[in-house]
């Protein structure tokens, strides 16, 4: 691939990768046509060099996601209380309101003095089906922003991005990075292309902004946008290892496995001994902990993630 110097302009310099002078990303954009160039270099974890490099359209490329917003609660019970009082409105229903509690951290149900026992059951029915309908529009609010809800043990609860979601919406945006990938391994097993993409995320420079349950997404960047900057947290760097694992890789059943303040991604293939792994609704998933910086190939994980996973503080999403 050639490239003409004299139109580029160098956006992202060499950036080092460990302390033996590897350079691992250079960004470039040609002047020219708005074509972006990513170009990477570092050693694997048999300690070979590993070089690839894609295009994209640098328009195209920033464009996804759009809809997609740090997660603010009283903005969200803001919409979904004008909403529930215009369903009331359209209902012709009297006697009853939603309005946001002082704080605007939920929405309550409002309703006038009932002079009789027919209007007091009248005003509860009201209740009910607009608790029904609150529910509804609180999911659908969540899906179209890409967020869902998520427990962790013992019962910790919060809004996290929709990691899958965000997956499968940006994989035609990262495809080039995807035959970029399946171009240098071609024919191989699945181990070694899990490995290699994990060896590749891992090099990427971690920058966690938040907390997991509370960081209302913040901190989160889309795999694009992980890409373009190169840096992220580790459900950002779980998001990018999903949306390219699942177009090379198809048949396994996979899962995120969210722990308190971290995220690893899971794989149902052969087991070797020392894997670590956990186990949901029947299938074992080999784990992989794409965070880095530390050098950790599929089945391995740090000392906290294992002591979490032995103590049961996990959820598993499933991918498939």
């Known amino acids: 691939m050639t490239h003409k110097l004299c139109a580029t302009v160098w956006l992202l310099l060499l950036l080092p990768l460990t302390a033996n002078s590897q350079n691992f990303f250079q960004l470039s954009e040609s002047a020219d046509d708005g074509q972006l160039t990513f170009s990477y270099?570092?050693?694997?974890?048999?300690?070979?060099q590993q070089t690839f490099d894609f295009q994209v359209d640098k328009k195209e490329f920033l464009q996804p996601l759009k809809r997609y917003r740090g997660f603010n609660l009283e903005r969200s019970q803001r919409e979904l209380a004008h909403q529930l009082n215009r369903y009331i409105r359209q209902q012709q229903w009297q006697g009853i309101q939603a309005r946001l509690t002082p704080r605007q951290q939920s929405v309550e149900l409002v309703t006038a003095n009932a002079r009789t026992e027919q209007k007091q059951q009248q005003l509860k029915e009201y209740k009910k089906r607009l608790r029904e309908y609150y529910h509804e529009r609180w999911n659908d609010y969540l899906e179209a922003n890409f967020y869902r809800q998520l427990t962790l043990p013992p019962g910790e609860q919060g809004i996290i991005p929709d990691h899958p979601a965000i997956a499968r919406e940006v994989t035609p945006t990262i495809r080039p990075l995807i035959q970029a990938i399946g171009e240098q391994?071609?024919?191989n097993t699945q181990r070694n292309y899990i490995n290699y993409i994990a060896s590749f995320i891992q090099q990427i420079p971690y920058n966690d902004l938040n907390s997991k349950l509370d960081s209302r997404g913040d901190g989160f960047v889309p795999p694009?946008?992980?890409?373009?900057?190169?840096?992220?947290?580790?459900?950002?760097?779980v998001t990018l290892m999903t949306a390219v694992i699942k177009q090379i890789i198809d048949t396994p059943k996979m899962a995120i496995i969210y722990l308190p303040?971290?995220?690893v991604f899971g794989i149902a293939i052969s087991r070797r001994s020392g894997d670590t792994t956990v186990e949901h609704d029947g299938v074992n998933y080999i784990l992989v902990d794409v965070t880095g910086p530390a050098a950790m190939p599929l089945g391995q994980v740090g000392d906290e993630t294992e002591f979490q996973i032995n103590t049961g503080q996990y959820s598993v999403v499933p991918l498939n």
Do not use: E, M, P
């Not at 270099?41 to 070979?48: C, E, N, P, V």
């Open 224 to 237: 694009n946008q992980l890409l373009y900057y190169n840096q992220g947290d580790c459900d950002s760097k």
């Open 185 to 187: 391994l071609g024919n």
């Open 41 to 48: 270099q570092w050693r694997d974890f048999d300690d070979h």
């Open 261 to 263: 303040k971290h995220a």
